[in-house]
T-cell receptor
Framework: KNEVEQSPQNLTAQEGEFITINCSYS?????LHWLQQHPGGGIVSLFM???GKKKHGRLIATINIQEKHSSLHITASHPRDSAVYIC??????????FGTGTRLQVFP | EAGVAQSPRYKIIEKRQSVAFWCNPI?????LYWYQQILGQGPKLLIQ????????DSQLPKDRFSAERLKGVDSTLKIQPAKLEDSAVYLC???????????FGDGTRLSIL
């Protein structure tokens, strides 16, 4: 069993829909990251969380440390949001453990 | 600020050949990472450098993979000889320190025929 599990694996949406991607982990962590990977392969860091909630534009990330769960929300989704969204946790070392990603496609 | 630079972007070779990838991290970033990302999976850490020293290479297949960061700046990752299962995207990332946000390059997509 992976230490970091994401759901769903694949997600399609119509432009404008509200999107939620979930991440569960089974280890103690010092921080959780949400990353975005476009088809070209480059990865961009969206959020780093250790508690509570963060918001950047149309993106919102939340984390519940007790339940070992985090969610990434996208409001008013747009085709340019189409990408793979990856959850990664930092254990109590400096190593990142990555989930397998959620592939999001937003259609106009 | 210039990002993490990687080259080449794409490489196609036959099995048993050798290949090398290059990474230039963001200026001033002491920590450099090489990841392997197989299609449909998350990145897997191959090796982590702190300046020119290796911090973690526990998942590097040392019989065929090698990496160096001789002057503590840019780095090369080599595969010799390549196997079919090495087909993947090889990502380089750098950070100011080991607990800082990692910045990723665009990766090198390797295909083994």
């Amino acid at each position: 069993k992976n230490e970091v599990e994401q759901s769903p694996q694949n997600l399609t949406a119509q432009e404008g829909e509200f999107i939620t991607i979930n991440c569960s982990y089974s280890v103690g962590i010092s921080a959780l990251h949400w990353l975005q990977q476009h088809p070209g392969g480059g990865i961009v860091s969206l959020f780093m969380l250790s508690s509570g909630k963060k918001k950047h534009g149309r993106l919102i990330a939340t984390i519940n440390i007790q339940e070992k769960h985090s969610s990434l929300h996208i409001t008013a989704s747009h085709p340019r949001d189409s990408a793979v969204y990856i959850c990664a946790v930092r254990k109590n070392t400096d190593k990142l453990i990555f989930g397998t990603g959620t592939r999001l496609q937003v259609f106009p | 600020e210039a990002g993490v630079a990687q080259s080449p972007r794409y490489k196609i070779i036959e099995k048993r050949q050798s290949v090398a990838f290059w990474c230039n991290p963001i200026s001033g970033h002491a920590t450099l990472y090489w990841y392997q990302q197989i299609l449909g999976q998350g990145p897997k850490l191959l090796i982590q450098f702190q300046n020119n020293g290796v911090v973690d290479d526990s998942q590097l297949p040392k019989d065929r993979f090698s990496a160096e960061r001789l002057k503590g700046v840019d780095s090369t990752l080599k595969i010799q000889p390549a196997k079919l299962e090495d087909s993947a995207v090889y990502l380089c990332a750098s950070s100011l320190g080991s607990m800082s946000t990692q910045h990723f390059g665009d990766g090198t997509r390797l295909s083994i025929l």
